[in-house]
């Protein structure tokens, strides 16, 4: 939020460090009302909608407080801090589980004795029975399940990053790929997904398929690369790539051809799980 005014208007804020913007997170939002904003604490540690990331799952305003700012502040001190910030603020959201201060000593009890007005605790959000939060949406990440961290996220996993230029033998001797920096980003296990591709910011998204990883079988660095289904296509600055499932691992073939011929059966599995999606 760039205005002090609309600052000055906010009535109610849901406190977190909101990493990925999940179905968790989605229910303190949906506590806030018109005049609510997210206060986001930020620990710098970010990966799955890291900075201003998060802006694109909200249509709330997002105020963004250093943890340094305020890791030393006492429950009365948070409270001041807050209310110098929003002067009148009426409600805080907060989830079950939420603690600040140092040593994570204050609990939503201490604050709401410390605050005075309304604080709104937010039940334990599950899916399929179990709890929703960021470290386990980045342990599934880190095994490939991106389909379990989609079903916690209750979005499609995205990163987003610059095009940059690869070796150059994707499009003359396999197929054309449009490889991309993603700074910030955690990224999947290595190996290939079925995946959607949103190409310099256009409105809709592609079915594509991507890889993650070294290419073993040919210079051996890493990369990130996507493969769009639905023909020719030009992207010169910008992708987003959202992960939808996961195919299989990265593997080394014996020669060009050979991975040629698996690159052919992983875009007809992508076709066949990302052929009709929508993000
Ligand atoms: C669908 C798909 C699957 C891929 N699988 C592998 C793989 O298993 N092992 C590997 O070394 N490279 C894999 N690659 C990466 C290729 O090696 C890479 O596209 C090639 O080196 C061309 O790179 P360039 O786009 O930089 O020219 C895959 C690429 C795509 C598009
Ligand atoms: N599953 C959940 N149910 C209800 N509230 C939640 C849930 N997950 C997080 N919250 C609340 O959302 C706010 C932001 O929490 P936080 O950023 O710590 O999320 P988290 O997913 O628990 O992260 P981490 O896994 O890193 O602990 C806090 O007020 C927290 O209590």
Not at 24 to 35: D, I, K, M, S, V
Not at 109 to 122: M, W
Not at 124 to 131: A, F, H, L, N
Not at 151 to 173: A, S
């Given at each position: 939020m760039?205005?002090?005014?609309?600052?000055?208007?906010?009535?109610?804020?849901?406190?977190?460090?909101?990493d990925?913007?999940?179905?968790?997170?989605?229910?303190?939002?949906?506590?806030?009302?018109?005049?609510?904003?997210i206060?986001?604490?930020?620990t710098?540690?970010?990966?799955?909608?890291?900075?201003?990331?998060?802006?694109?799952?909200?249509?709330?305003?997002?105020?963004?407080?250093?943890?340094?700012?305020?890791?030393?502040?006492?429950?009365?001190g948070?409270?001041?801090?807050?209310?110098?910030?929003?002067?009148?603020?009426?409600?805080?959201?907060?989830?079950?589980?939420?603690?600040?201060?140092?040593d994570?000593?204050?609990?939503?009890?201490?604050?709401?004795?410390?605050?005075?007005?309304?604080?709104?605790?937010?039940?334990?959000?599950?899916?399929?029975?179990?709890s929703?939060?960021?470290?386990?949406?980045?342990?599934?990440?880190?095994?490939?399940?991106?389909?379990?961290?989609?079903?916690?996220?209750?979005?499609?996993?995205?990163?987003?990053?610059?095009?940059?230029?690869?070796?150059?033998?994707?499009?003359?001797?396999?197929?054309p790929?449009?490889?991309?920096?993603?700074?910030?980003?955690?990224?999947?296990?290595?190996?290939?997904?079925?995946?959607?591709?949103?190409?310099?910011?256009?409105?809709?998204?592609?079915?594509?398929?991507?890889?993650?990883?070294?290419?073993?079988?040919?210079?051996?660095?890493?990369?990130?690369?996507?493969?769009?289904?639905?023909?020719?296509?030009?992207?010169?600055?910008?992708?987003?790539?959202?992960?939808?499932?996961?195919?299989?691992?990265?593997?080394?073939?014996?020669?060009?051809?050979?991975?040629?011929?698996?690159?052919?059966?992983?875009?007809?599995?992508?076709?066949?799980?990302?052929?009709?999606?929508?993000?």
């Amino acid at each position: 939020m760039k205005h002090a005014t609309a600052l000055k208007k906010v009535d109610a804020v849901a406190i977190g460090g909101f990493d990925g913007m999940h179905e968790g997170h989605q229910h303190l939002f949906n506590a806030l009302g018109e005049r609510g904003a997210i206060v986001v604490v930020e620990t710098g540690y970010a990966n799955l909608t890291p900075g201003r990331e998060r802006e694109h799952f909200t249509t709330h305003p997002i105020v963004y407080l250093p943890l340094d700012e305020i890791r030393m502040l006492d429950d009365r001190g948070f409270v001041d801090y807050l209310r110098e910030r929003f002067p009148v603020l009426s409600r805080i959201v907060v989830g079950y589980d939420f603690r600040f201060g140092l040593d994570r000593k204050f609990s939503h009890a201490d604050l709401s004795k410390a605050f005075g007005g309304a604080v709104q605790v937010i039940d334990e959000v599950t899916v399929g029975g179990e709890s929703v939060h960021s470290h386990k949406i980045r342990a599934k990440l880190i095994i490939g399940d991106v389909a379990g961290a989609n079903r916690f996220l209750g979005h499609n996993y995205t990163v987003r990053g610059d095009v940059v230029r690869g070796q150059g033998i994707g499009k003359k001797e396999l197929v054309p790929t449009v490889n991309m920096l993603t700074n910030g980003f955690l990224l999947p296990k290595e190996g290939v997904y079925a995946s959607l591709a949103r190409l310099d910011g256009e409105e809709h998204y592609h079915p594509a398929v991507s890889f993650v990883g070294h290419r073993v079988t040919t210079d051996g660095s890493f990369a990130v690369e996507t493969h769009v289904l639905d023909g020719e296509i030009v992207c010169k600055e910008r992708i987003d790539v959202s992960f939808v499932q996961r195919l299989r691992g990265n593997e080394k073939f014996a020669s060009l051809d050979a991975l040629k011929e698996q690159i052919g059966r992983d875009i007809a599995a992508a076709r066949k799980a990302v052929g009709r999606l929508e993000l």
